[in-house]
């Protein structure tokens, strides 16, 4: 059974950072395309950024140079590292494959950017 965790939200001030984690259970991270999405209240939950099996990453526009995505095989975690934060990347976090399959979504970690 798939089990993805987030963790590592919080509150900070525009300009900070946060470091967001996904830890993963049944599945190997490094055997899938994972990706990183955020969901505000009324608007659809959309990637935010993807990273390969092979490692290579992308990003939606508006968080390129800003968030990186990256994994640890080790660990079987997936990190979202979050700087330059801005008030409108205030949304709940979710990790899920990059084709999204909707049985594993976890719970979220709560991001708010607000001075």
């Known amino acids: 059974q798939v089990q993805l965790v987030e963790s590592g939200g919080g509150m900070v001030q525009p300009g900070g950072s946060l470091r967001l984690s996904c830890a993963a259970s049944?599945?190997?991270?490094?055997?899938?395309?994972m990706a990183w999405y955020r969901q505000t209240p009324g608007a659809e939950r959309g990637a935010v950024a993807w990273?390969?099996?092979?490692?290579?990453?992308d990003y939606e526009d508006s968080v390129r140079g800003r968030f990186t995505i990256s994994r640890d095989n080790a660990k079987n975690t997936l990190y979202l590292q979050m700087n330059g934060l801005k008030p409108e990347d205030t949304a709940v976090y979710y990790c899920?494959?990059?084709?999204?399959?909707?049985?594993?979504w976890g719970q979220g970690t709560q991001v708010i950017v607000s001075s």
């Open positions: 899920n494959f990059f084709a999204p399959n909707n049985s594993v």
């Open positions: 049944g599945i190997r991270l490094n055997f899938n395309t």
């Open positions: 990273i390969a099996t092979n490692g290579l990453t």
